[in-house]
């Protein structure tokens, strides 16, 4: 379930009202107080079938017992946008519920988000001079004494910036903001292609009703009343359009969020098309039409009705090199968001094949919420008997979790940083071995790494690197901060590096301790790696521990779910921009195929006479495929350099290759011109079977 903590003042600052019973206030966010929390309506309308007795009802939340005081708002479902809090609770319970989390209630921790609501006709420029004003006086009294000072300085010297709230929190927003630019980019270059296109293709109908246009004019209807039909036909197919694209939004719009979901991180949006987005699809609707429609349009009724009555009319060489150029520059877009998919499906691909330092197939995790329950020792030793696994180990942090743990640590006998210089992570036997990270020196963590024995720490290539240049870690003592407690640890073995923060960051200098030499509360994972099918054997774990811890859902997960989720921007981009690159691809190809179509069909009694003088059928396929090659050759000069220059723009949201990829430049090339060629086939071979009989007596 999804939950979120706030203070006693949060539902008031926001203006609400509970729909049934109360909502939080501050008398709930003392410490010690009963442990209390606010539902949503839609859990409400969901769990309860909105029954008014939900208060007062009691559930366990990792095991303690909560009561439910109240249901919020409809429509209210958090303050963190993309996400939805089904359970709300106050930040003084933390403690109590989720024991390892406990000293996230202490000064100097920074995970809250501040809402404030600023007195009526109170700008925010006066609002932030206030704050400044009062801020040092506030600092001196929460800052914790025990801060190096330099840190205290900084924070004392801190100022805060305020944003508009009614958009709510989302880290989303900060993640996400560029790729989605760049994706609604592509959307526009796509729907100009999709309207090149259209303009071809009314250019090429306008030609064929040359003689009625000229019927029309002769009889006295005016150049404007002409120029108003073409217009409302034109219009109106981008109307049509614009509907069936609404549909087509409304039935797709959860497979953007489900690209953003991954693993236990689920992202809740509601994307149905409101006002806002009908009137911008209705508005981009007319304007297309009537932008790319004035050209056919004009084309139409250029020249003059004697002109068009007679029987060899036709269209004007400008609008010829106008359909020529439409192609043309089809090719370029579709070059350019072929080359674009590329880098991004590439991208996507290296970090699939980048070693992260373990090996992600076959290991299943399991949460104990940071809870130790009966030892985990003994939970470790039930799941050996369990079928189908290999190894099982425990520790507080596994890789690519978006969770760490810092401290300062150095070799015995430096001094000890004020700063946290090195990631930490409690392992308990067997860790190594299960999750396949290479041991490299010395030794893993064994059983007799208990609280009564001498502290030991493993390290990793990039800690050894820094701190044991040219030398062997291995029996070297560390001096470090424990959980806030000085240690002074052997270092019994070293590992090859893990990515423990990201796939794109360097593995960073890891100290790994023994779990069972921890106090204290802190978070606990299960690791084990399993045979066969993982399902399975995750049904069989759960049906293991569950007795053994009652108070809550056991839950099973993959770890290669974990990594996947570290992935989810670059999973995201390959997977729409290779969409809307091969839906420009296909534009392109029929934007080609229209115009080759359309000038055989033109040229046809010109061909039967070329049949008919001689001409070999495989002359006149040469001769089609030659002008598909010219526009295809222009087009991909013209889509080079732009392709270039707009690959430097998303240059940070690429892996492993740089924007000017020649692989990925060359084979989207060679797919374009293997496709218009293909393309360009029907056509030709049309032109290579015209009978001269039939064509010289084309009217």
Same mark, same amino acid.
């Given at each position: ?92 319970? *933390? ?38 004003? *009062? ?322 720490? !493993? ?140 000038? *055989? ?31 295809? !050759? ?15 723009? !998303? ?49």
């Amino acid at each position: 379930m999804q939950g979120a903590v706030a203070t006693g003042g949060y539902y008031e600052t926001l203006g609400l009202n509970p729909t049934v019973g109360r909502l939080l206030t501050e008398e709930d966010d003392q410490l010690g107080a009963p442990l209390v929390a606010v539902i949503s309506y839609g859990y409400w309308e969901r769990q309860f079938a909105r029954d008014t007795g939900v208060v007062g009802h009691t559930f366990r939340l990792n095991g303690v017992p909560v009561e439910i005081v109240g249901v919020s708002p409809r429509g209210f479902e958090g303050s963190n946008v993309g996400s939805i809090a089904d359970i709300t609770m106050a930040v003084a319970a *933390v403690p109590r519920v989720d024991p390892s989390s406990a000293s996230l209630v202490g000064a100097g921790n920074f995970w809250l988000h501040v809402l404030a609501r600023s007195k009526t006709g109170v700008p925010i420029a006066e609002v932030k001079a206030r704050l400044a004003s *009062v801020w040092p006086a506030i600092a001196e009294r929460t800052i914790p004494a025990d801060w190096p000072a330099d840190r205290r300085k900084a924070l004392a010297d801190a100022t805060f910036e305020f944003a508009a709230g009614g958009i709510g929190h989302t880290y989303l927003r900060e993640v996400f903001w560029k790729p989605l630019v760049v994706l609604m980019v592509v959307v526009a270059l796509v729907l100009l292609i999709a309207c090149a296109n259209v303009a071809n293709l009314l250019l090429a109908r306008a030609t064929t009703r040359q003689r009625e246009i000229a019927v029309r004019l002769a009889i006295g209807a005016g150049r404007g009343r002409i120029l108003r039909q073409l217009l409302t036909e034109s219009v109106l197919l981008s109307l049509i359009g614009a509907i069936f694209g609404i549909g087509l939004a409304w039935v797709s719009s959860r497979f953007l969020v489900a690209i953003l979901s991954s693993g236990s991180m689920q992202v809740v949006f509601d994307l149905t098309p409101n006002w806002h987005v009908l009137g911008f699809t209705s508005t981009v609707a007319i304007a297309t039409g009537i932008l790319f429609g004035l050209a056919p349009a004009f084309q139409a009724t250029a020249a003059g009705p004697s002109s068009m009555l007679k029987e060899n009319a036709g269209m004007s060489s400008f609008g010829s090199r106008l359909l020529s150029s439409l192609v043309s520059t089809q090719v370029a877009l579709s070059l350019l968001l072929v080359i674009g998919a590329g880098l991004f499906v590439r991208t996507l691909q290296n970090l699939k094949n980048l070693d992260p330092g373990f090996k992600r197939e076959g290991v299943l995790l399991v949460n104990l919420e940071g809870r130790r329950i009966g030892v985990p020792k003994d939970l470790l030793d039930a799941l050996q008997t369990v079928p189908g696994i290999i190894s099982a180990s425990v520790s507080t942090h596994t890789p690519l979790n978006g969770s760490t743990w810092s401290e300062p640590a150095v070799p015995k006998g430096q001094v000890i940083p004020e700063r946290d210089n090195a990631y930490f992570i409690g392992a308990g036997p067997g860790f190594f071995e299960t999750l396949r990270t290479p041991l490299l020196s010395g030794r893993e963590f064994t059983e007799r790494d208990s609280a009564n024995d001498p502290a030991v720490a !493993v390290i990793n290539e990039a800690y050894a690197r820094r701190y044991f240049p040219n030398q062997n870690p291995v029996g070297q003592q560390l001096s470090a901060f424990v959980r806030g407690e000085r240690e002074d640890l052997e270092i019994v073995g070293l590992v090859s590096n893990s990515k423990l923060a990201g796939l794109r960051a360097a593995p960073p200098p890891t100290v790994y301790v023994s779990y069972f030499q921890l106090t204290g509360n802190f978070p606990t994972t299960l690791a084990i790696r399993a045979s066969g099918s993982l399902p399975q054997v995750a049904a069989a774990i759960q049906k293991e521990l569950q007795p053994k811890l009652p108070d809550a859902p056991v839950e099973v997960r993959a770890l290669s779910e974990q990594v996947n989720a570290a992935m989810v921007q670059e999973r995201m981009m390959a997977t729409l921009a290779s969409g809307f690159g091969a839906l420009a691809l296909m534009l392109a190809c029929l934007g080609l195929y229209g115009l080759l179509d359309y000038t *055989v069909a033109r040229r046809t009694k010109e061909m039967g006479i070329r049949m008919a003088l001689g001409a070999r059928p495989g002359r006149l396929i040469s001769m089609v495929v030659r002008s598909a090659v010219q526009l295809v !050759v222009l087009g991909i000069a013209l889509g080079l350099p732009a392709a270039w220059a707009a690959s430097q723009w !998303v240059k940070s949201m690429l892996f492993g290759l740089t924007p000017a990829d020649p692989a990925t430049i060359a084979g989207s090339a060679l797919l374009l011109a293997i496709a218009a060629l293909l393309a360009a086939y029907v056509p030709a071979r049309r032109a290579a079977n015209v009978d001269p009989m039939v064509a010289l007596r084309w009217e």
